[in-house]
């Protein structure tokens, strides 16, 4: 599985927020034909169905893995099941991802169909498999229904002499005014289209970043980060994204913010109105007892110094030996908060947290090994 390479949080500090384990369901996403013979320099295209199997859903997000030195993605284009196209969508030949997403207004989709048509051409001669990685998803009011077991692959048998690749991709451009690009976010995260005052406002603030106030509130921010990420499958890219997550974290209309304590670290999870408040990939269930792969789930008290010890092995593959490396060991324990931030280390200390441990940090412990990685200088 592919890792998220970067996150930029220049929005955000070193402050915990909690993480929602969200159950499995019933849901498959699957590829269809699920084997082909294709010569090099022609297109193949495949339907990507997707069968809730006794489950409701109203958002979709699909992410391909190929070998891009044997196939090239070409594009994508949504079926008939999920008629709104999610922002946040890339073909990325370099990497090997094809990753999209898509959502539905009003009444869920309860039988299956063809979520979308994805177009390959073939470069050279081998075996090229297609898979759908468990970075896709299947939300039902914030809740994930996809069975990871149940996630389809495609074999292709490529046959012919090398074709050199002919673009990097393509995907639908954003089309319409601001409003009309925003009323998708909206749609994304309301599940349905604004019809109040405050509605409008909302979109608004999604349109031309009108609503991110003079003193920011980082509970909120963060709380919105995740959520964003775990519906599009990626962090804030373009300037959109990033008005959206202000319009997450400073209106009412997605959060019901006033039911939820902010004076300090975040407590518990903001109750949304119909979308997701969930972490930016999925939760580890593992737990262990060895100090070199400590889990998720044992940081939620601290980090102990043999846990820290086992963490910062992680990272660099080695023991702690000079005063910074046990600098990093402390600020993992006890936090470090710098007095001027530094977002350009704190970004590849996201990238390097998401690249070991397979997911985001969420947890105040997550954020103290970023911390760690970040100014201790021992680790970048």
């Known amino acids: 599985m592919k890792k998220l390479a970067a996150l930029l949080i ?59 030195l044997l196939l090239e993605g070409v594009k994508f284009e949504l079926g008939s099941q999920f008629s709104s196209l999610s922002p946040g969508y890339e073909i990325d030949n370099g990497t090997g991802l094809m990753n999209f997403g898509a959502f539905k207004y009003g009444d869920r989709v309860t039988t299956s169909g063809t979520m979308a048509n994805v177009t390959f051409r073939a470069l050279s001669s081998g075996t090229a498999l297609i898979d759908v990685t468990d970075n896709s998803k299947l939300i039902n009011n914030g809740e994930e229904k996809v069975n990871v077991a149940g996630l389809g692959s495609a074999s292709l048998s490529l046959s012919g002499t090398a074709v050199a690749p002919t673009s990097g991709g393509t995907t639908p451009a954003p089309t319409g005014t601001l409003e009309e690009q925003a009323l998708v976010y909206f749609g994304a995260f309301a599940g349905r289209l604004p019809s109040s005052s405050v509605d409008w406002e909302a979109l608004h603030c999604i349109a031309y970043d009108t609503c991110k106030p003079t003193v920011q509130n980082v509970e909120h921010e963060q709380t919105a980060l995740v959520v964003f990420g775990e519906k599009y499958g990626h962090l804030p890219v373009v300037s959109m994204d990033w008005s959206t997550i202000h319009a997450l974290a400073y209106t009412n209309v997605f959060f019901n913010w006033d039911e939820t304590s902010t004076s300090t670290a975040v407590q518990e999870e903001p109750v949304p109105v119909v979308e997701e408040a969930t972490p930016v990939v999925e939760e580890s269930t593992e737990t262990t007892t060895e100090t070199t792969e400590p889990a998720a789930s044992t940081w939620d008290d601290g980090i102990s110094a043999d846990e820290a010890i086992g963490i910062f092995g992680q990272l660099t593959g080695r023991l702690p030996s000079t005063s910074q490396d046990w600098t990093a060991v402390d600020y993992m324990q006890h936090g470090y908060k710098p007095a001027v931030q530094d977002t350009a280390k704190e970004q590849q200390a996201i990238a390097l947290f998401g690249s070991v441990f397979g997911r985001m940090p969420s947890t105040s412990a997550d954020w103290n090994v970023v911390a760690a990685i970040a100014y201790s200088g021992a680790i970048l």
């Open 10 to 68: 220049g929005l955000v500090t070193f402050v915990g927020s909690s993480s929602v384990v969200h159950a499995a369901g019933a849901g498959t996403i699957t590829l269809s034909p699920t084997s082909l013979s294709v010569q090099t320099g022609e297109t193949v295209t495949l339907s990507v169905l997707v069968n809730p199997n006794g489950e409701s859903i109203d958002t979709v997000r699909v992410e391909l893995d190929y070998d891009p």
